[in-house]
């Protein structure tokens, strides 16, 4: 799927470059796929796919190290 119709990058773009270089920004990410932002209506949805992209490189297997999954099983701590 298009993410980005100004430099026509596709999500799976976007993942392969989350995968296969220490891109941890949407401009690194822009960068590493040889171009730069241009009216910026993609950038939510790229670091939405970063985030997707480096939750799963975390932790494939969705332990309890996973921060979106402690965060739902682990009770919440009171002072």
């Known amino acids: 799927m298009i993410v ?31 171009c730069s932002a241009e009216c910026g209506r993609c950038a939510r949805t790229i670091r939405k ?13 969705a332990c309890a190290c996973c921060p979106k999954k402690a965060s739902k099983t682990a009770p919440a701590s009171r002072p």
């Open 4 to 34: 980005c119709s100004c430099n026509v990058l596709s999500d799976k773009e976007v993942r392969a470059a989350v995968h296969t270089s220490a891109s941890r920004t949407a401009k690194q990410v822009y960068g590493c796929l040889g």
């Open 49 to 61: 796919i970063m985030d997707e992209a480096l939750t799963g490189a975390t932790c494939a297997s």
